[in-house]
Structures are given as structure tokens and as C-alpha cells.
């Protein structure tokens, strides 16, 4: 066997059916592809001494390029019934405020440009006052996330090798790996760590606080709940200490819950006008959670704190661009005006409506393995760990892996929730102009 019977490169990439692949994707990027393939199948021939034939090299390249095609961001059906999904973008957005901001963020905008007085500006200034009349903070302004907002904030009032002092039973990690000790850590801070993992005092606070102790933050158990024997002093009584010492506190709230009118005022979690009046400098929150906009982290303080924060280098590389600040903005004018957004609409849906919604969709499918079920629903993306509501949605039987994959495959995916000898599809998450099309995936799935 000798590696020069192996398909070259160049033929492949003249073969006529490689032609249709070089139009989608581009020359270039086909040919980094194959000259990555090459290699390995070399590997794989010397190991099974077999070469293939460039038939076969070519449905390897196709069947690649088959799986960046599905990994380029498109939309799902979002049927599992968690409202804020991680893995599928969190909090679903107006489409009415992305078609506002078509002209404005396709051409030139004055994302940085004092319209009135003909110089330049500030980035998102009217999100950082419409961020302040929300919360009845002084100022505000937002970053590109909230664990950016932890540590600006950190890294800016307590960098240089001052002291951060943090309860042990707030050390928390959220998804994709972020924990508040090493974001403390990397922002050249020292932690102080006061209390045990389930009890902290006040006490514990007021005997570690030193000359070298520049910030208190408080954490929200935003995404866990501790019980039994646990005890934590009020974020008030905190603020009033650090107070009393001339040391700033920020309260990281994580969820973002600007009103807790929501569900019927049932929310049992602090929102952020709340942590304003505990007598946090700083409150800094995710806008992409209970808040329901982008992907951003939200800073509400103090106006003297806000402008040091702005005036930091650092800030820089977590400033937003102009499309998250044009739909960041969209998403608080809607809380000024009232306005309901997407998220807030499917979780305050009524559940007589979903339950006739799912004896329409069976109808439709007219297939006895589709029938209507009552479920449960949740917020997810890290917020409201406990609160579940009531849901209805679609069961159908079956093999749960093959029907999810059947799901998953067709060209608009379905994201269902697997069960024993079924999957589920929860139409709290169902958007409401994706009924059609659920029914069409849901009848291909079945055929």
C-alpha cells in the first residue's frame, strides 16, 4: 500500500461535485477543510490499511460541511418549556424592536456622535438614564455581561491587592465555569472570606473588615436555594455596616427582576429597585435573564462610582456595540411604557390557552401517538431554581432518542424533553407564528 494512490487534493477539489460546496462556503474555506481531512484519513488508512477512493473523500468533506451547516445560528422551536434556555439564546426578543433597529445599525448611526452639539459622545448614555428611573439608582450603564460587571466592578474598587470581603455561602459558580473566588482572584483583589457555607452573621462581616478593605459584595443565590440550618444577615444590614466604615458595597443581583408584578406577583426574588434601597452603591445584574433583553450586564449605583467605572481602560473591552445597545434599549423604553416582551408573554401565559392550543395541535397532527399532557414549566438561564408553573404541551410515544433526532433533523429543529418511552413538547415556549410549522415537524417526525 502507498500513500501516493491516496486522492490529491487538487482532484477533489476539481471534481464536479464539489462544485455546488465551493459556491455555498467559498473556495478558500472548502480547501482549509479538505488539507485538516487529508491527514486524518491518511492516519486512518495506515492504521486499517485501506486507502479510500475520492468518492469516499468527498462524502467525508460533504458530510462536514453538512454539520457546519446545522451549527450556523438558526432558529429552533424552543419545546422544552424552560422560558430563559441557555443553549438556546435565553430570553426570546421583539422582533418589532429588531425591525425598528434594521436602518439604524445596518448603515451609520450616532452610536458615539452628540447629535446636538456636533462632537463626540458616550455609548449608551440613555440606556444608563432610562437603567437609573427604572431602578431609582442615580446613574447606571451596561457591559457586555454580568460576570464583566463583577469584575470591572472588583478589579476597579478593589484591585491592587485590596480587600473584597465575601459571605462563604455566596462563593458561587454559575454555567460555563464562571466562580466569583477566581473572577476576585484574576482582578488582582484578595478575597476575604466570612462565615460558613450555610450560616454568616453581621459579626462575621465586622471582625473582618481592615484598613486594606476596599469592597463588600453581596452574591444573589440566583440559581440555588440553601434550607435548614442556615443564617445570613439582610443585604440593608450589611450596606449600613460598610457604611459606617466608608466602604462601598455591591450587591450582584444576577437575575435581574425589575418588577415582581409578574405571574401575579407570586415571584419571591429580589428585584433590583429592592437592592437599591438596601443601600448598595452598585447593583449590577444580567439584562439577558429575569429582565428579558440581550445578552449584557446592567451596572445601577451611584453616580460617582458609575463614572469611575465608565472612565476605567478596562471598560473598554467590555463596552457593547451598537446592536445590543439599540435592542437594550428597546427592551427598558418597553418597561417604562409598559410594554410586555416575549419572554414575559409566554411565561404570564394563561394555561386554559395552552391546553386548547394543544387539543388544536393534535387535531391537526391526527396521529393517536400525539396527545395533549399537562406539564411543568420554568424559567431557567440561572433564575428562579425553585418556581415551576403550571404548563400544558404535546406527548408523543415513542422511542425518545429517534423521535428527539427526528425532531432535531427537520429544517426547522424541535428542542423537546426526553421521557421514558415518549418526548415531550411544552407549548409554554412554543413562539406563537411556530404552531404551523411544530405541526408540520411533529406530522414528518411521525411519517
Not at 423 to 439: F, K, N, Q
Request: proline content about 6%.
Amino acid at each position: 500500500m502507498s500513500m501516493r494512490e491516496f486522492p490529491s487534493v487538487s482532484s477533489i477539489l476539481e471534481d464536479e461535485s464539489i462544485g455546488p460546496l465551493i459556491r455555498e462556503w467559498s473556495f478558500p474555506f472548502v480547501s482549509h477543510e479538505l488539507k485538516r481531512l487529508i491527514p486524518e484519513l491518511k492516519r486512518q488508512s495506515i492504521s486499517d490499511s485501506f486507502i479510500p477512493g475520492k468518492d469516499e473523500v468527498i462524502s467525508r468533506l460533504l458530510s462536514i460541511f453538512d454539520g457546519y451547516r446545522r451549527d450556523l445560528m438558526q432558529p429552533v422551536i424552543n419545546g422544552t418549556g424552560v422560558i430563559l434556555h441557555t443553549n438556546l439564546g435565553r430570553a426570546p426578543l421583539s422582533s418589532t424592536a429588531y425591525e425598528d433597529l434594521l436602518e439604524t445599525v445596518t448603515g451609520y448611526s450616532n452610536l458615539e456622535f452628540d447629535l446636538l452639539e456636533g462632537k463626540r459622545s458616550s455609548r449608551s448614555r440613555v440606556v444608563g438614564r432610562m437603567l437609573a428611573a427604572l431602578s431609582g439608582a442615580e446613574s447606571g450603564m451596561a457591559v457586555n455581561n454580568n460576570a464583566a460587571a463583577v469584575y470591572l466592578i472588583v478589579a476597579n474598587l478593589a484591585g491592587n491587592g485590596r480587600q473584597v470581603i465575601i459571605s462563604r455561602g455566596q462563593l458561587i459558580q454559575i454555567g460555563g465555569g464562571f466562580r466569583i473566588p477566581e473572577i476576585i482572584e484574576r482582578s488582582g483583589a484578595i478575597l476575604r472570606e466570612v462565615g460558613t457555607t450555610n450560616k454568616t452573621a453581621l459579626g462575621d462581616y465586622r471582625k473582618a473588615i481592615t484598613k486594606n478593605t476596599s469592597l463588600v459584595l453581596i452574591v444573589h443565590k440566583s440559581n440555588f436555594v440553601q434550607r435548614g440550618f442556615t443564617e445570613e444577615p439582610e443585604p440593608a444590614e450589611i450596606a449600613k455596616l460598610a457604611h459606617s466604615k466608608n466602604i462601598p458595597i455591591c450587591y450582584d443581583l444576577g437575575s435581574g427582576l425589575i418588577f415582581k408584578g409578574g405571574l401575579g406577583g407570586q415571584l419571591d426574588e429580589p428585584s433590583v429597585p429592592t437592592a437599591v434601597r438596601t443601600g448598595a452603591d452598585l447593583v449590577c445584574f444580567s439584562g439577558d435573564k429575569l429582565l428579558a433583553g440581550p445578552q449584557s450586564g446592567l451596572i445601577a449605583g451611584k453616580e460617582k462610582l458609575i463614572g469611575r467605572l465608565i472612565k476605567d481602560p478596562l471598560y473598554r473591552t467590555f463596552r457593547l456595540d451598537k446592536l445590543t445597545i439599540g435592542l437594550l434599549e428597546k427592551t427598558l423604553l418597553a418597561y417604562l411604557r409598559g410594554t410586555p416582551l416575549p419572554a414575559w408573554e409566554l411565561a404570564n401565559t394563561p394555561i386554559d390557552l395552552l391546553k386548547a392550543k394543544a387539543d388544536e395541535v393534535v387535531e391537526a397532527i391526527n396521529n393517536p401517538a400525539a396527545t395533549p399532557t399537562p406539564l411543568k414549566s420554568s424559567f431557567g438561564g440561572g433564575s428562579l431554581p425553585e418556581y415551576e408553573f403550571d404548563s400544558f404541551g404535546i406527548r408523543i410515544a415513542g422511542d425518545p432518542m429517534d423521535l428527539s433526532r427526528r425532531l432535531l433533523r427537520y429544517s426547522t429543529p424541535v428542542v423537546c424533553r426526553n421521557v421514558s418511552n415518549a418526548v415531550l413538547i411544552d407549548l409554554r415556549t412554543v413562539m406563537p407564528e411556530c404552531y404551523s410549522t411544530l405541526i408540520d415537524a411533529i406530522r414528518s417526525c411521525l411519517s
